[in-house]
């Protein structure tokens, strides 16, 4: 009991360790965004504050390459997210209300390996396997890719929040006569809602910034944000790829932050997860 009371902030060095941490992880990105206002063509020396690189992005002769990218982006994460939260709310469903059956532990560590493979192994594979069945590279490729990738980013908080809904709100619904599926539709989906779109939210934004596999499975002609850019960096860092960037990042930030407030709405406060009843 002792140990489960410490206060990890009063350990010597932990404040240190975490503004280093901070640092080291948000720095750069505070860079990149402060120069990608500056008025100067020059990444490295400051010439006042511009908004024209952003006008840049939207306007400039570039524009249109970007343009394309970014709907190729937001299609394929929209689809892929889609796809993969309901591929992962029927998984959740059958792990967690589904009882206990033989291959449950290897179904979990199914649909986690995605998480601890590193993603440049499952980019290769997923490339060689696209190639040994003769799926021509393109749109469909990434589209497929992402939604493999994006099940188990989608299945957790799904899951979690699942755990969370006991089952006698189901048991109680069918007293009331309704059926398995108007408990499901009524009772279970409006309980599991904070956490399917908390795992949507999660599985958009991770196909919207993953570029490793997208780099690997896109076919020639089709690109996406983060291959856009790379390609363009290839080419010399340009301010306007500052631009650009930094607005990938504030749309990750507010993905990231909504999904999080959405997976907490109707969690009691030190509950454990379990949803808010009345």
């Given amino acids: ?16 360790m975490t503004l280093l941490c901070m640092v080291l992880l948000y720095a750069p990105l505070a860079v990149v965004a402060a120069y990608s206002f500056n008025d100067s063509l020059s990444i490295t020396r400051w010439g006042g504050f511009s908004f024209r690189w952003y006008l840049d992005v939207f306007f400039g002769l570039e524009a ?14 929209f689809l892929a997210a889609t796809a993969s939260t309901i591929i992962a709310t029927a998984a959740s469903i059958g792990m967690v209300r ?4 033989r291959a449950k532990p290897a179904s979990f560590a199914l649909i986690s390996l995605p998480l601890m493979v590193p993603e440049i192994v499952t980019a290769v594979a997923t490339l060689i396997f696209f190639s040994a069945i003769g799926f021509v590279r393109g749109y469909a490729t990434i589209l497929v890719a992402h939604i ?3 099940i188990p980013f989608a299945y957790l908080p799904i899951e979690a929040r699942l755990r969370g809904i006991e089952g ?3 048991e109680a619904a069918q007293d009331l006569y309704a059926s398995r599926g108007q408990a499901f539709r009524f009772v279970l989906l409006p309980l599991m809602a904070p956490g399917i779109v908390a795992g949507y939210l999660l599985a958009f934004i991770i196909s919207l910034d ?3 596999i997208t780099n690997f499975v896109k076919g020639a002609g089709i690109e996406t944000l983060p291959t856009a850019i790379f390609g363009a960096v290839k080419q010399g860092i340009k301010p306007n790829i500052l631009a650009l960037s930094t607005l990938m990042l504030l749309i990750s930030i507010g993905f990231v932050t909504i999904s999080y407030f959405v997976s907490r709405k109707g969690v009691k ?9 009345t």
């Fill in 269 to 277: 406060p030190g509950g454990h997860g379990a949803p808010e009843t």
């Fill in 64 to 77: 249109d390459k970007f343009r394309d990218a970014a709907w190729n982006s937001l299609s394929i994460a």
């Fill in 168 to 170: 006698t709100f189901e």
């Fill in 98 to 101: 589904g009882g206990e059956f």
């Fill in 1 to 16: 009991m002792a140990l489960a009371s410490r206060n990890i902030r009063k350990y010597p060095g932990f404040f240190s």
């Fill in 210 to 212: 993953d570029f490793i």
């Fill in 148 to 150: 493999v990738f994006c």
